[in-house]
Each structure stands twice: as structure tokens, then as C-alpha cells.
């Protein structure tokens, strides 16, 4: 009954060559790919961010001077003029001429000066505000990640179950509760009536800055509040999309036959379904990133905390155009850069994608 | 009887559902010997799969398997062991050593972030605790090679490899740690006729060599004959006959059988004028009263629309069908 089958039995070994493939010059090539386009985008904003002062009507540069004659009752010094025409446009050189200044002074970190507190260069006052703003966000960023979609994959794992019928309801509850009033509740119960957490500042006023002991207790004491407000508000969101991806990856075969192969139960749930189940919160996570120096405006000016968001709030109220554009520059950076984290983190934990484009 | 490694009786299998349920599997018994090859055919919607997600005990919900055994007697086991009331815990020491599946569409059984060879690596170092690394690549290599692929393939992952490849190795899976049953459903349907062929020819093969049983689930009974030794149909959630392939194939004895059979081109005959079975397969939610094969059958007579017929030996077949039984006074639906 079975001979007409067997003639068949030679061929097997066959396709076997024709499978292999060369695949660690296929990460490298991908992700050089990539990166050349985020180097091409970045370009293009940093170009755009020469041009918009240049599209504005009338002449930013020149009121700004004036500006800064008003503020400190004599006109800047020649090189700040220089500086500022290069930044905000000049009516007496060409365009190229300009952009390569301008360029130039980018390359070198020179980012004009400041008008609300002239004459302190834009590059300090943001580099004094930014390693505050990526502590207090990045930590609150990645503990709410690791808290939501770890209890995403455990409330996943067993949906309609005790823990996903608690969890998952409150999570979503608390997710879209508004920011501000978490914060201000959170400062007017610990800060006011508790007394638990400062309530306002990075750190307390009689510690000095720099790598001494005293000064990094009292930021972590600052900071505990600030960052716990963000957890508390962000981590429902990756609870809920981690849950859904678990249930979705759950009725995958795959899972089903880890699960016939009597590995461990921990083994399915973590190797085949939470692996394959994370990429999209991975995805997102990296995405988070990229709202690290934007995202942190209203953190910061409930806990007049001082970072970036402080610092652009301060800038726009005071009409401080140089020190807006900075930020502005450093955000539209921190987004590219998340997005380039996003498709290499994704190429190394998804091997499907290492052949995409 | 000490050569029956599998014996089902009155497995039922329901798909729980608000406003009743839908019995997928109903009253469902048949052995299988050791090294045995038995096909389950039928068409979809028979309760095939449901019978092979079933019987590894791998069902979830809504599917509950509400009643019957699954006796299983694997080597070194004096007693059969019942696997419908083992929990989870208790299943996990006879998956894969005793018990293994290869599924459906290899596409979705591997897991794609993980290269083939962990795939086989994780599963045979749980079950042999003694097993290095090395160990288990040598061991990973061995078994690929039983199915003609190589040990440059187990670095790949499975989406870089094409569909026949992925389907052999997960067979080459479901053979790691000695299974004495391994169920199959539909290993096939996933790669062309030239590739079925040769998966199959590896099955059987394989199962010379090693002596493994083989329950395998398809729509296919053309392939079914030449493959397995046994074939049950199944309709409607039961067994309507069960027999030898050869006569199943020369002599089947169930109206529905017969409708399977013709519509099918021979084997080693010009293809001739090809019938199919009127009518289509019942919806489970509202069976008709008898047999439920009745409204479709063109044998049908006085007592197939009253009288549930049972399954029961006529020669060495078995067959549930009134045209052969002997006793008519059988179960009567309400």
C-alpha cells in the first residue's frame, strides 16, 4: 500500500542548501540602513529649525536685539549680534552663508544666548536643566514600564482569572485619571498635609550640587514624588496593552505546543508567550523615550522641578525665543533618537524583521 | 489486549456556550496498538481536530472534555493511566516523553523569535536533566538528520525557512524524546503534493524505525489509505466506521464512507466521473434526530431519522449504520 511513495524518499535531502542564509551582514546592513535615514531626518530638523525663525514676518533678529538693549540698558556686544544673526536670520547675507554659520555654531554646541536671563548662553541653561529632566522621566519612564508590563504578562497569562479581574479594570481606571490632578492631590496629601516629600525643587536649598552624598540623598528625596506621580499615572497603559497582547499571543500555536512539550509553566509564559508578546510594548517603551525631555512639562511645573519642561515654561513666558528653539531642537532630537532605539531594539529581539526593506 | 497503547471510551468533548452547548466530540471510543498508524478522517466541522487537541489534553476553553477515559499505557508502565482527570502538573511528565503533536500548520506551531534549535534543545534538556548543551545540540543535530535536514538549519529561524522544512522539523520535534504516541493533525495541509509525499513517506519510516503509534487527523482520506493502517470516519462528532485501510477503501460499509471514498479519484485506475456528498456537513447546534447523517444519505431508510445507530463489529469492521446492525432496538431519540 505505501510503494508509490517511497520513490519519493531520495529527494529529501535536497533542499537544504538552498536555506542558508548570511545572516550577520544582514543586522549590520539593516541597521546601517536605518541609521543613515535618522542621520538624513535629523538633518532635515535641524534645517527646519533654521528656516522657521527665517519664515516669520518682519525681522526676529533685530527685535530681539532690541530686546536685549531694553532689558540691559546697552546694545550687545558685536560677537552676540553676530551670534544672534546667524541664529534668527540676517538681511545682509546670502542664505548660504547663513546656514553654513549657522551649521557651524551648532556643531560647536553654541546656542545663542539667553534673552530672559542675558547674557548666560542657551547651551548652559540647558545643560544644567537636562540631567534633572532625564533622571526624574527616565526612571519614572522605566519603572513604569517594568511595573505595567510585568503585571500585563501576569494578569495576561491567565485572563478573566482573580488577578486580571482586579488589575486590569483598576489599571485602566487609574490610566485615565488627568495628569495635573494626580500630581496635585499627590503634592497637597504628601508634600502639605503629610509632610512626607518636599513640596517643591530638585533639592534641598543647603546642599550643594556635584557628586557629594548629601546633595544626591536630597534629590532622590525630591525626586520620590515626581516620579512616583508619573509611575502611578503611566503604568495602566502598559498594563492594558501588555495584557492584550498576552491574551492575543496566547492562542498562538506556538504557545500551545510549548505547552504540549510539558515544559514548565513559567518556561511558556516568559520564553514563548511574554517573548513574543513584548515587542510591541518594546516598541512603545523605546517610543517613551522619546517624550523624556517634552513629556516632563507638567511634572515639573506642579513640582517646580528644575528641568527642561521648567525651563521651557519659564522660556515661554517670557517670550525667550533662543532658549524655546533649543529645547524645541532637543526634543525633535530625543524623538529621533528614541525611534532609532525602537527599530534596533526591535532587530535585535525580532529576527522576522532583520530581512524587512 | 497488552498491545493497545491508547484506548479512548466515550470520550465527549463540548464546546460550552451561552444558551447550551455544542458537542464537537460525542461518545467517542477506539484503540490504538503500538507502532500503529490510525487515520481519522472527515470532513470539517466532524470533530476531528477537537478529538486531537482532546486526546493531548491540550483542549481550552470553551472546549471541556465532560466525559470518557483516555487510557494511555506507555513503556514502562504496568497499569494504563487515565489522562483525562491528571491535572496539569501530572500531564507534564508524559508530554513529549510519552506524548507528543505535531500540528497543524508548522507556520504558527514554531516560535518565531527563537532559532529551531532551541526549539529542540529546551525541550529535551527539561526532560533529561542529565543533558549538557553540547549534549543537546548533538542530540538536536541526530534528529534533524532523521528527517533530511541539517544542523546549519537548526541556527535558523523558523520564518527563514521554507514550509516543507519548517513541517519536517517539527515532526523531527515531536520525535525528541521517544514518544510512544504521537498525534498528527493535518501535517500536511500546509505544502504542496510533492512535499506531502515526502513528509509522509518520513512518518512512515520513522515510525519502522523507531515503533512510535501515530493518530493522524485529516480531511484527506486518499492519503489516509495509503499511509494508515486503521481509519476511523467521523461525522458529526462520532465515529460512523472504522476499519483496516484496505477496507475502508475496497469495501467501506457507512453510506458516508462510500460518499468520502467516491469522491476521490482511484489510486491506479483512469480518473473517471467524481460524486460528491450532497449537502453539506449538519451544524452541531441542531442535529438532525437519528443518525445524523440521515438527510444527506441516499440509503436512508424507515428507522435513520428515529433511531440513533450505535457503533458496533460487523466483521472485522466496525460501523455505526442501521443497513448493519443486526439489533434494531437501540437508543431512541427523544
Redesign the interface.
Known amino acids: 500500500?505505501?510503494d508509490?511513495?517511497?520513490a519519493?524518499?531520495a529527494?529529501?535531502?535536497e533542499?537544504?542548501?538552498k536555506?542558508?542564509?548570511a545572516r550577520p551582514r544582514r543586522r549590520t546592513s539593516y541597521l546601517g540602513k536605518r541609521l543613515g535615514f535618522y542621520l538624513l531626518v535629523t538633518w532635515v530638523a535641524v534645517t527646519l529649525n533654521f528656516f522657521i525663525p527665517r519664515l516669520m514676518p518682519g525681522d526676529p533678529a533685530t527685535v530681539m536685539i532690541a530686546q536685549i538693549t531694553q532689558r540691559t540698558g546697552q546694545p550687545p556686544n558685536p560677537a552676540t549680534v553676530e551670534s544672534i544673526r546667524l541664529l534668527f536670520g540676517s538681511p545682509d547675507q546670502s542664505l548660504i552663508t547663513q546656514y553654513w554659520g549657522y551649521l557651524g555654531q551648532l556643531i560647536h554646541g553654541d546656542l545663542g544666548l539667553s534673552i530672559s536671563q542675558y547674557p548666560v548662553p542657551v547651551a548652559d541653561l540647558v545643560m544644567s536643566a537636562l540631567p534633572w529632566t532625564l533622571m526624574l522621566v527616565g526612571s519614572a519612564t522605566a519603572l513604569a514600564f517594568v511595573i505595567g508590563v510585568g503585571l500585563g504578562i501576569l494578569v495576561g497569562w491567565r485572563p478573566g482569572r482573580g488577578l486580571d479581574s482586579v488589575v486590569t479594570p483598576l489599571s485602566t481606571v487609574v490610566g485615565v485619571v488627568p495628569y495635573f490632578w494626580v500630581a496635585l492631590l499627590a503634592v497637597w496629601i504628601f508634600a502639605v498635609k503629610l509632610r512626607w516629600a518636599p513640596v517643591s525643587g530638585g533639592y534641598a536649598p543647603d546642599a550643594t550640587p556635584g557628586f557629594n552624598l548629601p546633595f544626591m540623598a536630597s534629590a532622590l528625596g525630591y525626586g520620590a514624588l515626581p516620579v512616583a506621580t508619573i509611575v502611578f499615572s503611566a503604568f495602566g497603559g502598559w498594563v492594558f496593552g501588555q495584557r492584550n497582547m498576552m491574551v492575543t499571543t496566547l492562542s498562538?500555536?506556538?504557545v500551545?505546543?510549548?505547552?504540549?512539550?510539558?515544559?514548565?509553566?513559567w518556561?511558556v509564559m516568559l520564553?514563548?508567550a511574554a517573548?513574543?508578546a513584548l515587542?510591541p510594548s518594546v516598541t512603545n517603551f523605546a517610543l517613551a523615550i522619546g517624550g523624556l525631555v517634552g513629556g516632563s512639562l507638567l511634572t515639573e511645573i506642579v513640582f517646580s522641578y528644575p528641568g527642561m519642561g521648567f525651563l521651557l515654561f519659564d522660556a515661554v513666558s517670557n517670550r525667550d525665543y533662543p532658549t524655546m528653539q533649543a529645547v524645541f531642537l532637543l526634543i525633535t532630537l530625543t524623538v529621533l533618537l528614541a525611534n532609532f532605539l525602537a527599530d534596533s531594539l526591535y532587530v535585535l529581539?525580532?529576527?522576522?524583521t532583520r530581512?524587512a526593506s | 489486549m497488552s498491545d493497545d497503547l491508547l484506548e479512548v471510551r466515550g470520550l465527549t468533548v463540548e464546546y460550552v456556550a451561552e444558551g447550551g452547548s455544542v458537542r464537537a466530540c460525542d461518545d467517542v471510543s477506539f484503540t490504538v496498538r503500538r507502532g500503529e498508524i490510525l487515520g481519522v478522517a472527515g470532513e470539517s466541522g466532524s470533530g476531528k481536530s477537537t478529538l486531537i487537541t482532546a486526546l493531548?489534553r491540550?483542549e481550552?476553553p470553551p472546549a471541556v472534555t465532560t466525559a470518557g477515559q483516555i487510557l494511555f499505557r506507555p513503556h514502562g508502565v504496568a497499569e494504563p493511566i487515565d489522562l483525562v482527570p491528571l491535572t496539569?502538573k501530572q500531564?507534564?511528565?508524559?508530554?513529549?516523553?510519552d506524548l507528543?503533536?505535531v500540528?497543524?500548520?508548522a507556520m504558527?506551531?514554531?516560535?518565531?523569535?527563537?532559532r529551531l534549535g532551541a526549539q529542540f534543545t529546551?525541550?529535551l534538556r527539561?526532560?533529561d536533566r542529565g543533558l549538557g548543551r553540547a549534549g543537546a545540540e548533538r542530540r538536536t543535530e541526530e534528529l534533524l538528520s532523521l528527517?533530511?535536514?541539517?544542523a546549519?538549519?537548526a541556527r535558523?529561524?523558523p520564518?527563514?525557512?521554507?514550509g516543507?522544512?519548517r513541517q519536517r522539523a517539527?515532526i523531527a520535534l515531536a520525535l525528541a524524546c521517544g514518544a510512544d504516541l504521537v498525534v498528527m493533525d493535518e501535517p500536511t495541509t500546509a505544502v504542496d503534493v510533492?512535499m506531502q509525499?515526502?513528509i509522509?513517506?518520513?512518518v512512515?519510516?520513522l515510525r519502522d524505525e523507531l515503533g512510535f503509534a501515530v493518530v493522524l487527523v485529516t480531511h484527506d482520506l486518499s492519503l489516509l489509505?495509503?499511509?494508515a493502517d486503521r481509519i476511523a470516519i467521523m461525522y458529526a462528532g462520532k465515529i460512523v466506521e472504522v476499519g483496516t485501510?484496505?477496507d475502508i477503501y475496497h469495501r467501506p460499509s457507512h453510506p458516508y464512507t462510500a460518499g468520502l471514498r467516491a469522491s476521490f479519484p482511484p489510486?491506479h485506475a483512469p480518473v473517471e466521473r467524481l460524486h460528491g456528498i450532497p449537502g453539506t456537513p449538519p451544524d452541531l447546534r441542531r442535529l438532525p434526530s437519528g443518525c445524523a447523517f440521515h438527510p444527506r444519505c441516499p440509503k436512508r431508510f424507515e428507522p435513520c431519522d428515529s433511531v440513533v445507530p450505535r457503533l458496533s463489529a460487523v466483521g472485522d469492521q466496525e460501523v455505526a449504520c442501521h443497513l448493519h446492525s443486526h439489533d434494531r432496538s437501540e437508543v431512541v431519540d427523544a
Not at chain 1, 500551545?256 to 509553566?265: I, N
Not at chain 1, 529581539?349 to 522576522?352: A, G, I, M, V, Y
Open positions: 500500500m505505501t508509490p511513495m517511497m519519493s524518499e529527494a529529501l535531502a533542499p537544504a542548501a536555506e542558508q542564509t498562538e500555536d506556538y500551545l505546543l510549548a505547552r504540549a512539550k510539558g515544559l514548565p509553566g518556561t520564553r514563548y517573548r513574543n515587542l529581539l525580532d529576527p522576522r530581512e | 493531548t491540550l481550552r496539569e500531564l507534564r511528565k508524559h508530554r513529549w516523553r507528543a503533536i500540528m497543524q500548520s504558527n506551531a514554531l516560535n518565531p523569535v527563537l529546551d525541550v527539561h526532560h528527517v533530511g535536514l541539517t546549519a538549519q535558523s529561524y520564518h527563514e525557512l521554507s516543507g522544512t517539527t510533492v509525499r515526502q509522509l513517506a518520513n512512515l519510516r489509505v495509503e499511509l485501510a484496505h489510486l
